[in-house]
């Protein structure tokens, strides 16, 4: 596998690069450090302790320019690079993750589509992968970065051979929930249990939470919040759920604008609102 300079390889239980990749079942790639944990920790819950299933995960730029305040206020960009580097490797050893893939391209190079290196990165990613079930981005996400990674993680998909795909594809929450969509829209992972094990994986991010982002409580909030608010008319059969869109149709047909696919979603919405307001009106 042959990945750019800046790649950085973390594999937590000293197995080889290869045979940590090959035994992937449950692939994630993001943006950010701690996007994974935030919005794939279906896949790393189902992976943990087993011995037949393996979470790997992908962080694609380089964490550059994030917020910070409190002890982190005075902090560089390279500074902050490097902490956010060794918080991701401690949230893989945590999560007992295969394997952890920091590829440290620079937002601009993502957002750049004339620009082939982070594609050719992610191609070499999946097909030494050949994941059953990948995480990413939803294509509604307000942040430019994730819907850019997204977008660079389709094109790398549609690259490979039908039968090389992944089974099942999710577009998770981070910057813009998807509590909004038509429940029959939403595909909804469940998270109960091992609580315990998911504030521990974002609790290691201290370089956002105490830098002024309170990501740990957030995320357990929405988590609860998207379980609770699930079904009005039936008590809680689950105590934390993540709200994905199904990509999977998006990476079998290669015909489907992202646009489209996303807009059919809005306009699903906009067709449920409206005949719920003209049925009492």
Known sequence: ???????????????????????????CICAHQDDMEIFAF?????????????????????????????????????????????????AAAI??????????????TVKNNSSASVKSDLISILQACRPQILYLHNPADKHDTHVAVLSRCIEAVRSLPQASRPASVYGCEVWRGLDWL????????????????AAALIGVFDSQISG???????????????????????????TAATYTLDLTPLVK??????????????ERFKADVTERILRFN
């Open 42 to 90: 279906h896949g790393i819950a189902e992976c943990f302790n087993s011995t037949d299933r393996w979470f790997t995960g992908v962080v694609v730029t380089d964490g550059a320019g994030s917020a910070r305040n409190g002890g982190y206020a005075d902090y560089t960009d390279e500074m902050m690079q490097q902490i956010r580097m060794r918080e991701q490797r401690k």
């Open 95 to 108: 999560g007992e993750y295969s394997a952890l893939i920091q590829l440290g391209h620079p937002s601009s």
């Open 1 to 27: 596998m042959k990945l750019g300079a800046k790649a950085d390889v973390f594999i937590p239980d000293g197995s080889t690069v290869e045979s940590a990749l090959s035994r992937t079942t449950h692939l």
């Open 212 to 238: 002024g982002k309170r990501y740990d409580l957030a995320t357990a909030g929405r988590r609860l919040s998207n379980a609770t608010y699930l079904e009005s008319h039936a008590t809680d059969s689950i």
């Open 182 to 197: 038509c429940d029959k829209d939403k595909s909804v992972l469940p998270l109960s249990g091992l609580e315990n094990l």
């Open 253 to 266: 047909d290669d015909h489907m604008t992202l646009e489209d696919f996303t807009l059919g979603f809005i």
